[in-house]
């Protein structure tokens, strides 16, 4: 059943039902789903706006303590986040925050929930962050990552997600204040999230490059050698696990490109200065 034909179905329940029925609030929530669902394929805005507008009706007929409160929730947030990626109205990121608080009310210390509302409030958190720098929304995402990685102790399968979106406070913290001790703690945290994939897991890669560009912008704060040397390092075995036609491979050459041009401008060896050249052949034509 393609979209338009799901929506239909879903419409048809609903008009079966009627205000006050058992089944009017999940029909509700059916139809908002089922146009969810379309806008992501087909991005047509009327289905969200429909979408949003089902969510809330579902929404109101769930008095607080109800069972499917916080599904109602949770659903009316995905959509509000899902149109802010689309169309970077901010109203509609701080209606995401606003609902992802309330959700996290419902989701108490030692609720099944409780963790993964954590982690949807700060990522939200973080993103209006990027939008407003406001760093008092950052402060918040940083404090409930770190709530959120307590919960995820050693072996935790959501240990490592946790690991780097802490991470990430820490480096955009870093990036608005300048205070090292913030990008000392996204390295010590990138190297937890590197022990946890060693070589040969699939997700060996991204700890790899994100240890590795951390450490060569703390070379570049704190010009120690060493941290340019482990980048160095890093990046030529990330760049191994990237071949021709990878989509991550212009990433890692352009890490590892950065970390000749600054051993060069340290050192001043000519070698280092022609190597971003043997790096990127297509360019050389520009430069001869």
């Known amino acids: 059943m393609d979209s338009t034909d799901e929506i239909s179905h879903k419409r048809a329940e609903l008009e079966g039902c009627h205000p006050g029925h058992d089944s009017w609030d999940v029909a509700l ?11 992501q394929k087909e991005r047509k805005v009327d289905d969200m706006d429909e979408a949003i507008t089902l969510h809330r009706a579902a929404l109101d007929l769930c008095p607080s303590g109800h069972p499917q409160w916080y599904d109602s929730l949770c659903w009316l947030a995905v959509c509000f986040s899902s149109k802010y990626e689309n169309l970077g109205v901010a109203a509609d990121l701080e209606e995401t925050v606003t609902l992802n608080w309330e959700a996290l009310v419902l ?54 997600h946790s690991l780097l979106e ?15 001790a913030d990008l000392e703690e996204a390295v010590t945290l990138d190297r937890e999230a590197l022990a946890l ?39 030529h075995a990330a760049l191994e696990l990237h071949p021709s036609g990878h989509p991550e491979r212009f990433d890692s050459l352009c890490g590892l490109a950065l970390c000749f041009l600054s051993r060069y401008d340290n050192l001043g060896v000519a070698a280092d200065c022609r190597a971003p050249f043997r790096l990127f052949p297509f360019q050389t034509a520009y430069y001869t």
């Open 197 to 235: 994939c060693p070589p040969g897991h699939p997700r060996h890669s991204a700890p790899l490059n994100s240890l590795a560009a951390h450490l060569w912008r703390r070379f570049k704060k704190c010009a120690t050698m060493h941290d340019l040397d482990e980048a160095f390092g890093l990046g």
């Open 107 to 160: 989701c108490p210390p030692g609720h099944p929930c409780h963790s993964v509302s954590l982690n949807i409030l700060a990522a939200h958190l973080w993103r209006s962050f990027k939008k407003h720098a406001t760093m008092h929304d950052l402060n918040e995402a940083l404090e409930l990552n770190r709530a959120a990685l307590e919960l995820h102790p050693s072996g935790h399968p959501e240990q490592y």
């Open 29 to 39: 929530g059916g139809l908002a789903v089922a146009l969810y669902n379309r806008f």
């Open 166 to 180: 802490l991470a990430l406070c820490f480096l955009s913290r870093f990036d608005n204040l300048g205070v090292v």
